[in-house]
């Protein structure tokens, strides 16, 4: 069966430090991998979303960027980070176009 | 399939009743519109989808209805337990509405 890791769990972070989020999925091959933040209280922000190894596509310019190095690995980064981009940070995976499946999430605090 | 507008923000019911909420899209070409349902603090989870070729779906306790003409889809809980109580959210393929906080009273 196919599962989905995301690493860390809880970071915290001081304002203008660097970012790395990791994203694996197991039990599938070629996936779609998907970028989402979810700010406290609010609804989900697409981010990103990659359908093969070095295709990413940007949907909100900011200070993040992705990439997906290997098949099943897809990264979240920032050079610097600003205290807008602490939320909840959700990677997400599907088959084609339709039904996607959450990681279990990476909760960002930028202080 | 950017715009998706969710109604209410807020729903609270008492046990048994049913609960609706109501989604809006702007792209006539959006074609697969899920439903997940998160509870607090963790992921969310897919519960029911609906595509664009039919015009309602259920699965026990839960229907969804399409109106594409109108470009609007619902979520229909009959028979609510306190367990339903979470945060819902509708979406046209990737894009998600801003989500329903639904309380089920006992």
């Known amino acids: 069966s196919q599962t989905i890791h995301q690493w860390p769990a809880t970071l915290v972070q001081p304002v203008g430090s660097p970012l790395s989020l990791e994203c694996t999925v197991e039990g599938t091959s070629n996936p779609n991998l998907y970028w989402y933040r979810q700010a406290a209280g609010r609804g989900l922000q697409l981010l990103f979303y990659s359908v093969g190894i070095g295709q990413i596509s940007s949907e909100v310019p900011q200070n993040l960027s992705a990439s997906r190095p290997q098949d099943r690995q897809f990264i979240l980064s920032s050079k610097k980070l600003l205290l807008s981009d602490s939320g909840f940070y959700l990677c997400?995976?599907?088959?084609?176009?339709?039904?996607?499946?959450f990681g279990p999430g990476t909760r960002l605090t930028v202080t | 399939g950017e715009n998706v507008e969710q109604h209410p923000s807020t729903l609270s019911v008492q046990e048994g009743d049913s609960a609706v909420i109501k989604c809006t899209y702007s792209?006539?070409?959006?074609?697969?519109f899920p439903w997940y349902k998160q509870e607090l603090g963790k992921r969310p989870q897919l519960i029911i989808d609906?595509?664009?070729?039919?015009g309602e779906k259920k699965d026990q306790r839960i229907a969804v209805t399409l109106n594409k003409t109108a470009k609007h889809f619902s979520l229909h809980i009959t028979e609510t337990q306190p367990e339903d109580s979470a945060v819902y959210f509708c979406?046209?393929?990737?894009?998600f509405g801003t989500g329903t906080s639904l309380t089920v009273i006992p």
């Open positions: 979406a046209d393929q990737f894009y």
């Open positions: 609906i595509r664009s070729n039919v």
């Open positions: 997400a995976w599907s088959e084609g176009r339709y039904e996607q499946y």
């Open positions: 792209d006539s070409a959006s074609n697969y």
